[in-house]
Protein backbone atom coordinates (compact mmCIF):
# COMPACT_ATOMS: atom_id res chain seq x y z
CA UNK A 1 0.00 0.00 0.00
CA UNK A 2 1.50 2.99 -1.21
CA UNK A 3 1.69 5.79 2.05
CA UNK A 4 0.96 8.85 0.20
CA UNK A 5 -2.53 7.80 -0.41
CA UNK A 6 -2.87 8.25 3.80
CA UNK A 7 -2.60 12.29 3.75
CA UNK A 8 -4.84 12.49 0.51
CA UNK A 9 -7.74 10.37 2.11
CA UNK A 10 -7.42 12.42 5.58
CA UNK A 11 -7.56 16.07 3.29
CA UNK A 12 -10.89 14.37 1.63
CA UNK A 13 -12.54 13.45 4.55
CA UNK A 14 -11.76 16.62 6.15
CA UNK A 15 -13.13 18.42 2.48
CA UNK A 16 -16.69 16.46 2.71
CA UNK A 17 -16.79 17.07 6.95
CA UNK A 18 -16.81 21.16 6.22
CA UNK A 19 -19.12 20.81 3.30
CA UNK A 20 -21.77 18.86 5.66
CA UNK A 21 -21.12 21.42 8.26
CA UNK A 22 -21.67 24.22 5.39
CA UNK A 23 -24.94 22.43 4.07
CA UNK A 24 -26.39 21.83 7.89
CA UNK A 25 -25.95 25.78 8.61
CA UNK A 26 -27.46 26.82 5.24
CA UNK A 27 -30.70 24.39 5.74
CA UNK A 28 -31.33 25.97 9.64
CA UNK A 29 -31.72 29.03 8.13
CA UNK A 30 -34.40 28.69 5.77
CA UNK A 31 -35.89 25.06 7.58
CA UNK A 32 -38.96 26.35 9.18
CA UNK A 33 -39.25 26.82 12.83
CA UNK A 34 -42.05 25.46 14.74
CA UNK A 35 -41.19 25.99 18.44
CA UNK A 36 -44.45 27.73 18.79
CA UNK A 37 -46.27 24.88 17.38
CA UNK A 38 -48.94 23.04 19.07
CA UNK A 39 -51.58 20.21 18.36
CA UNK A 40 -55.65 20.22 18.24
CA UNK A 41 -55.72 17.56 20.53
CA UNK A 42 -53.54 20.43 23.25
CA UNK A 43 -55.52 23.25 22.10
CA UNK A 44 -59.15 22.26 21.90
CA UNK A 45 -61.45 19.61 23.01
CA UNK A 46 -64.78 18.16 21.43
CA UNK A 47 -68.15 18.91 22.27
CA UNK A 48 -69.59 16.82 24.86
CA UNK A 49 -66.68 14.25 25.21
CA UNK A 50 -65.78 14.99 28.58
CA UNK A 51 -65.64 13.16 32.07
CA UNK A 52 -67.88 13.65 34.51
CA UNK A 53 -68.42 13.73 37.88
CA UNK A 54 -69.53 11.53 40.56
CA UNK A 55 -70.29 11.21 44.27
CA UNK A 56 -71.57 9.23 46.78
CA UNK A 57 -71.89 8.79 50.71
CA UNK A 58 -69.88 5.45 52.61
CA UNK A 59 -69.19 4.02 55.54
CA UNK A 60 -65.74 2.81 56.11
CA UNK A 61 -65.17 0.08 58.43
CA UNK A 62 -62.10 -2.04 60.28
CA UNK A 63 -60.57 1.16 61.63
CA UNK A 64 -58.41 0.91 64.26
CA UNK A 65 -60.18 3.15 67.19
CA UNK A 66 -59.85 6.07 64.63
CA UNK A 67 -63.12 6.64 63.59
CA UNK A 68 -65.73 8.56 64.05
CA UNK A 69 -67.30 8.91 67.77
CA UNK A 70 -70.57 8.89 66.94
CA UNK A 71 -71.52 10.88 70.01
CA UNK A 72 -70.55 14.10 67.87
CA UNK A 73 -71.72 12.73 64.46
CA UNK A 74 -74.78 11.08 64.76
CA UNK A 75 -75.20 10.64 61.29
CA UNK A 76 -72.86 8.21 61.30
CA UNK A 77 -74.55 5.96 64.11
CA UNK A 78 -77.79 6.51 61.41
CA UNK A 79 -75.81 5.03 58.66
CA UNK A 80 -74.71 2.61 60.53
CA UNK A 81 -78.36 1.47 61.52
CA UNK A 82 -79.90 1.82 58.08
CA UNK A 83 -77.60 -0.36 56.76
CA UNK A 84 -77.84 -3.11 59.31
CA UNK A 85 -81.64 -3.08 58.64
CA UNK A 86 -81.39 -3.43 54.97
CA UNK A 87 -79.09 -6.78 56.13
CA UNK A 88 -81.88 -8.14 58.07
CA UNK A 89 -80.41 -6.71 61.41
CA UNK A 90 -82.78 -4.93 63.29
CA UNK A 91 -81.28 -2.23 66.03
CA UNK A 92 -83.49 -1.08 68.88
CA UNK A 93 -84.98 1.91 68.98
CA UNK A 94 -82.94 4.52 71.18
CA UNK A 95 -79.69 2.27 71.73
CA UNK A 96 -76.71 3.99 72.05
CA UNK A 97 -73.96 2.35 69.25
CA UNK A 98 -70.32 3.55 70.61
CA UNK A 99 -68.48 2.50 67.25
CA UNK A 100 -65.01 4.06 67.14
CA UNK A 101 -63.93 1.50 64.03
CA UNK A 102 -66.83 3.30 61.53
CA UNK A 103 -66.01 6.32 59.90
CA UNK A 104 -68.70 8.13 57.69
CA UNK A 105 -67.25 9.01 54.13
CA UNK A 106 -67.60 10.86 51.11
CA UNK A 107 -66.41 9.19 47.73
CA UNK A 108 -65.43 10.85 44.51
CA UNK A 109 -64.20 10.15 40.96
CA UNK A 110 -64.41 11.32 37.54
CA UNK A 111 -66.29 8.92 34.97
CA UNK A 112 -63.91 9.29 31.56
CA UNK A 113 -64.89 9.52 28.64
CA UNK A 114 -66.00 6.14 26.28
CA UNK A 115 -66.30 4.41 29.80
CA UNK A 116 -68.30 1.11 29.67
CA UNK A 117 -69.74 -1.41 32.11
CA UNK A 118 -67.49 -3.18 33.68
CA UNK A 119 -64.69 -1.03 33.44
CA UNK A 120 -62.75 0.41 36.78
CA UNK A 121 -62.64 4.01 38.28
CA UNK A 122 -60.45 5.49 41.14
CA UNK A 123 -61.81 6.60 43.80
CA UNK A 124 -61.09 8.93 46.58
CA UNK A 125 -62.42 9.04 49.68
CA UNK A 126 -62.35 11.68 52.42
CA UNK A 127 -63.76 12.07 56.01
CA UNK A 128 -67.22 13.51 56.96
CA UNK A 129 -66.98 13.09 60.58
CA UNK A 130 -64.14 13.86 63.31
CA UNK A 131 -62.35 10.17 62.37
CA UNK A 132 -58.72 10.42 63.47
CA UNK A 133 -57.70 8.68 61.00
CA UNK A 134 -58.64 5.99 57.61
CA UNK A 135 -55.70 4.35 57.66
CA UNK A 136 -56.35 0.61 57.52
CA UNK A 137 -60.15 0.94 56.78
CA UNK A 138 -62.34 -0.73 53.80
CA UNK A 139 -64.87 1.19 52.01
CA UNK A 140 -68.02 -0.88 51.42
CA UNK A 141 -69.96 -0.97 48.71
CA UNK A 142 -71.37 2.79 47.86
CA UNK A 143 -73.24 3.50 44.64
CA UNK A 144 -71.76 6.76 42.70
CA UNK A 145 -74.70 9.07 41.15
CA UNK A 146 -74.31 11.82 38.40
CA UNK A 147 -75.81 15.41 38.66
CA UNK A 148 -78.88 13.64 37.02
CA UNK A 149 -79.26 11.30 40.31
CA UNK A 150 -78.30 8.15 38.89
CA UNK A 151 -75.76 5.80 39.70
CA UNK A 152 -73.41 5.24 36.77
CA UNK A 153 -70.48 3.20 39.32
CA UNK A 154 -70.14 0.74 42.59
CA UNK A 155 -67.32 1.72 44.89
CA UNK A 156 -65.69 -0.88 47.12
CA UNK A 157 -62.12 -2.02 48.52
CA UNK A 158 -59.49 -1.57 50.58
CA UNK A 159 -57.74 2.31 51.07
CA UNK A 160 -54.61 3.41 50.24
CA UNK A 161 -53.30 6.51 52.93
CA UNK A 162 -50.55 8.09 52.69
CA UNK A 163 -49.58 9.14 56.24
CA UNK A 164 -49.05 7.61 59.86
CA UNK A 165 -49.59 9.43 63.17
CA UNK A 166 -49.52 8.30 66.16
CA UNK A 167 -50.34 9.98 70.27
CA UNK A 168 -49.64 8.69 73.29
CA UNK A 169 -49.42 10.72 76.87
CA UNK A 170 -50.53 14.03 75.23
CA UNK A 171 -48.02 14.15 72.40
CA UNK A 172 -49.27 13.57 68.64
CA UNK A 173 -46.81 13.19 65.91
CA UNK A 174 -48.69 13.13 62.30
CA UNK A 175 -47.41 13.02 58.86
CA UNK A 176 -49.51 13.89 55.59
CA UNK A 177 -52.89 13.74 55.99
CA UNK A 178 -55.06 10.58 57.51
CA UNK A 179 -58.31 11.82 56.69
CA UNK A 180 -58.34 10.91 53.09
CA UNK A 181 -57.41 8.43 50.78
CA UNK A 182 -58.15 6.62 47.60
CA UNK A 183 -58.70 3.07 46.37
CA UNK A 184 -57.03 2.41 42.94
CA UNK A 185 -59.81 0.53 40.57
CA UNK A 186 -62.01 0.69 43.36
CA UNK A 187 -65.26 1.36 41.40
CA UNK A 188 -66.83 -0.48 38.67
CA UNK A 189 -69.07 1.24 35.67
CA UNK A 190 -72.54 0.38 36.01
CA UNK A 191 -73.77 2.96 33.09
CA UNK A 192 -72.27 4.39 30.31
CA UNK A 193 -72.35 8.06 29.13
CA UNK A 194 -73.70 8.89 25.57
CA UNK A 195 -71.51 11.19 23.62
CA UNK A 196 -72.03 13.14 20.61
CA UNK A 197 -69.34 11.79 18.71
CA UNK A 198 -71.65 9.36 16.60
CA UNK A 199 -74.45 11.90 16.53
CA UNK A 200 -75.74 14.61 13.56
CA UNK A 201 -73.29 15.58 10.60
CA UNK A 202 -71.23 18.23 12.59
CA UNK A 203 -69.23 18.04 15.35
CA UNK A 204 -68.22 20.81 17.25
CA UNK A 205 -64.61 21.83 18.32
CA UNK A 206 -64.28 24.45 21.64
CA UNK A 207 -61.13 25.80 21.49
CA UNK A 208 -59.44 26.47 25.73
CA UNK A 209 -59.20 29.65 25.33
CA UNK A 210 -60.79 32.28 23.16
CA UNK A 211 -58.54 33.51 20.54
CA UNK A 212 -60.22 34.19 17.15
CA UNK A 213 -56.04 33.58 15.23
CA UNK A 214 -55.93 30.08 16.78
CA UNK A 215 -59.56 29.79 15.82
CA UNK A 216 -58.60 30.48 11.89
CA UNK A 217 -55.75 28.46 11.93
CA UNK A 218 -56.85 25.65 13.68
CA UNK A 219 -59.77 25.62 10.34
CA UNK A 220 -57.06 26.16 8.09
CA UNK A 221 -55.00 23.51 9.15
CA UNK A 222 -58.02 21.03 8.72
CA UNK A 223 -59.38 22.10 5.59
CA UNK A 224 -55.95 21.79 4.48
CA UNK A 225 -55.43 18.65 5.29
CA UNK A 226 -59.25 17.44 4.63
CA UNK A 227 -60.62 19.89 2.40
CA UNK A 228 -62.07 22.98 0.96
CA UNK A 229 -65.01 23.91 3.75
CA UNK A 230 -64.75 20.68 5.91
CA UNK A 231 -64.05 22.93 9.03
CA UNK A 232 -65.64 26.75 9.87
CA UNK A 233 -64.58 29.02 12.21
CA UNK A 234 -67.89 30.02 14.35
CA UNK A 235 -66.12 32.83 16.67
CA UNK A 236 -63.19 32.98 19.01
CA UNK A 237 -63.78 29.87 20.47
CA UNK A 238 -66.09 27.48 18.44
CA UNK A 239 -65.11 26.10 15.21
CA UNK A 240 -67.44 23.31 13.42
CA UNK A 241 -66.47 20.23 11.56
CA UNK A 242 -68.82 18.32 9.38
CA UNK A 243 -67.94 14.31 9.90
CA UNK A 244 -67.83 11.58 8.04
CA UNK A 245 -71.31 9.35 8.28
CA UNK A 246 -69.71 5.62 9.39
CA UNK A 247 -68.47 5.55 12.89
CA UNK A 248 -64.95 3.97 11.72
CA UNK A 249 -64.50 6.50 9.65
CA UNK A 250 -65.30 9.26 12.66
CA UNK A 251 -62.53 7.67 14.86
CA UNK A 252 -60.22 8.35 11.61
CA UNK A 253 -61.01 11.49 11.01
CA UNK A 254 -60.64 12.56 14.59
CA UNK A 255 -56.99 10.87 14.64
CA UNK A 256 -55.69 12.64 12.04
CA UNK A 257 -56.88 16.04 12.87
CA UNK A 258 -56.35 15.97 16.42
CA UNK A 259 -52.56 15.41 15.57
CA UNK A 260 -52.32 18.69 13.16
CA UNK A 261 -49.65 21.34 14.39
CA UNK A 262 -50.78 24.55 14.80
CA UNK A 263 -48.82 27.29 14.97
CA UNK A 264 -50.04 28.98 17.95
CA UNK A 265 -50.65 33.20 18.05
CA UNK A 266 -49.18 35.48 20.46
CA UNK A 267 -51.09 34.99 23.82
CA UNK A 268 -52.80 38.29 25.21
CA UNK A 269 -50.58 40.08 27.32
CA UNK A 270 -51.61 39.46 31.09
CA UNK A 271 -49.77 39.82 34.63
CA UNK A 272 -51.18 37.64 36.79
CA UNK A 273 -51.34 38.43 41.29
CA UNK A 274 -51.91 36.11 43.82
CA UNK A 275 -52.91 38.91 46.53
CA UNK A 276 -53.02 36.20 49.12
CA UNK A 277 -49.19 34.99 48.69
CA UNK A 278 -47.44 37.60 46.49
CA UNK A 279 -46.88 36.33 43.70
CA UNK A 280 -46.21 37.56 40.36
CA UNK A 281 -46.27 35.74 36.98
CA UNK A 282 -45.47 38.11 33.91
CA UNK A 283 -46.02 36.11 30.25
CA UNK A 284 -43.66 36.96 27.28
CA UNK A 285 -45.97 39.57 25.81
CA UNK A 286 -46.15 42.54 28.63
CA UNK A 287 -44.61 45.60 27.68
CA UNK A 288 -43.38 48.43 29.67
CA UNK A 289 -43.80 51.94 28.16
CA UNK A 290 -41.38 54.51 30.19
CA UNK A 291 -42.11 56.02 33.33
CA UNK A 292 -40.96 57.03 36.22
CA UNK A 293 -41.26 55.68 40.00
CA UNK A 294 -40.53 56.57 43.53
CA UNK A 295 -41.10 53.59 46.13
CA UNK A 296 -40.35 54.29 50.38
CA UNK A 297 -40.21 51.36 52.59
CA UNK A 298 -42.45 52.53 55.64
CA UNK A 299 -41.93 50.57 58.89
CA UNK A 300 -43.68 50.76 62.22
CA UNK A 301 -41.64 49.19 65.38
CA UNK A 302 -43.50 48.48 68.67
CA UNK A 303 -41.34 47.27 71.92
CA UNK A 304 -42.89 46.40 75.17
CA UNK A 305 -40.34 46.05 78.27
CA UNK A 306 -42.22 44.84 81.37
CA UNK A 307 -41.55 47.48 84.61
CA UNK A 308 -42.24 46.65 88.35
CA UNK A 309 -43.85 49.86 90.42
CA UNK A 310 -42.68 49.80 93.97
CA UNK A 311 -44.36 51.02 96.62
CA UNK A 312 -42.73 53.73 99.17
CA UNK A 313 -41.84 51.41 102.41
CA UNK A 314 -44.26 51.62 105.37
CA UNK A 315 -46.85 52.99 102.56
CA UNK A 316 -49.31 50.13 102.49
CA UNK A 317 -48.97 49.87 98.65
CA UNK A 318 -48.43 47.03 96.69
CA UNK A 319 -45.95 45.88 93.87
CA UNK A 320 -47.43 46.43 90.54
CA UNK A 321 -45.93 44.86 87.06
CA UNK A 322 -46.66 47.06 84.24
CA UNK A 323 -45.49 47.79 80.85
CA UNK A 324 -44.08 50.25 78.81
CA UNK A 325 -44.08 50.53 75.50
CA UNK A 326 -41.69 52.56 73.10
CA UNK A 327 -43.60 53.19 69.30
CA UNK A 328 -40.76 53.99 66.25
CA UNK A 329 -41.94 55.10 63.03
CA UNK A 330 -39.00 54.50 60.10
CA UNK A 331 -39.92 55.86 56.83
CA UNK A 332 -36.68 55.30 53.85
CA UNK A 333 -36.06 57.70 51.63
CA UNK A 334 -37.97 56.28 48.07
CA UNK A 335 -36.00 58.47 45.25
CA UNK A 336 -37.96 58.62 41.74
CA UNK A 337 -36.91 55.75 39.74
CA UNK A 338 -37.37 56.47 35.84
CA UNK A 339 -38.22 53.21 34.22
CA UNK A 340 -37.39 52.83 31.11
CA UNK A 341 -39.21 51.06 27.58
CA UNK A 342 -38.90 47.51 27.37
CA UNK A 343 -40.62 46.05 24.68
CA UNK A 344 -39.48 42.21 25.40
CA UNK A 345 -40.21 40.28 28.99
CA UNK A 346 -36.40 40.93 29.74
CA UNK A 347 -36.56 44.37 29.47
CA UNK A 348 -39.79 44.22 32.24
CA UNK A 349 -37.89 42.10 34.71
CA UNK A 350 -35.12 44.32 34.57
CA UNK A 351 -36.98 47.38 35.06
CA UNK A 352 -39.05 45.73 37.71
CA UNK A 353 -35.65 44.77 39.82
CA UNK A 354 -34.25 48.07 39.49
CA UNK A 355 -36.52 49.28 42.21
CA UNK A 356 -35.34 46.53 44.67
CA UNK A 357 -39.39 46.07 46.03
CA UNK A 358 -40.49 43.01 47.59
CA UNK A 359 -43.26 40.88 45.83
CA UNK A 360 -45.98 42.31 48.26
CA UNK A 361 -44.50 45.66 47.25
CA UNK A 362 -44.73 44.72 43.77
CA UNK A 363 -48.54 44.33 43.83
CA UNK A 364 -49.14 48.10 44.54
CA UNK A 365 -46.13 48.82 42.18
CA UNK A 366 -48.01 47.07 39.41
CA UNK A 367 -51.32 48.46 39.95
CA UNK A 368 -50.32 51.75 39.54
CA UNK A 369 -48.16 51.16 36.91
CA UNK A 370 -51.17 50.15 35.11
CA UNK A 371 -53.51 53.57 36.65
CA UNK A 372 -50.91 55.44 35.16
CA UNK A 373 -50.90 53.80 31.57
CA UNK A 374 -47.43 52.18 31.79
CA UNK A 375 -48.13 48.70 32.03
CA UNK A 376 -49.23 47.47 28.76
CA UNK A 377 -51.20 44.62 30.03
CA UNK A 378 -53.96 42.97 31.74
CA UNK A 379 -54.49 42.73 35.70
CA UNK A 380 -55.69 39.41 37.19
CA UNK A 381 -55.88 39.26 40.84
CA UNK A 382 -56.30 35.37 41.87
Given at each position: MDNDSHPDRTERLIRALIAATVVMASAALWWPVTANAARIKELASVQGVRSNPLVGYGLVVGLDGTGDQTTSTPFTAQSIAAMLQQMGVTVPPGASMQLK??????????????????????????????????????????????????VYALAQGNLIVGG??????????QINHLSAGRVPEGATVERAVPTPLNQGEFLQLDLNAN???T??????????????????????????????????ARVSFMADIENLPI???APAARVVINARTGSIVVNQAVTLS?????????????????????????????????????????????????????????DVVKALNSLGATPQDLLAILQAIKAAGALNAELEVI
Open positions: NVAAVLVTAQLPPFAQPGQTLDVNVSSLGNAKSLRGGTLIATPLKGADGQAGASAGGSKVDFGAREVAKAINTKMGEGIALALDGRVIRVRMPASPDERASCAVAHGNLSVTISTTPVVSQPNPLSGGQTVAREKSDITINQAPGSLIQMPAGTQLV
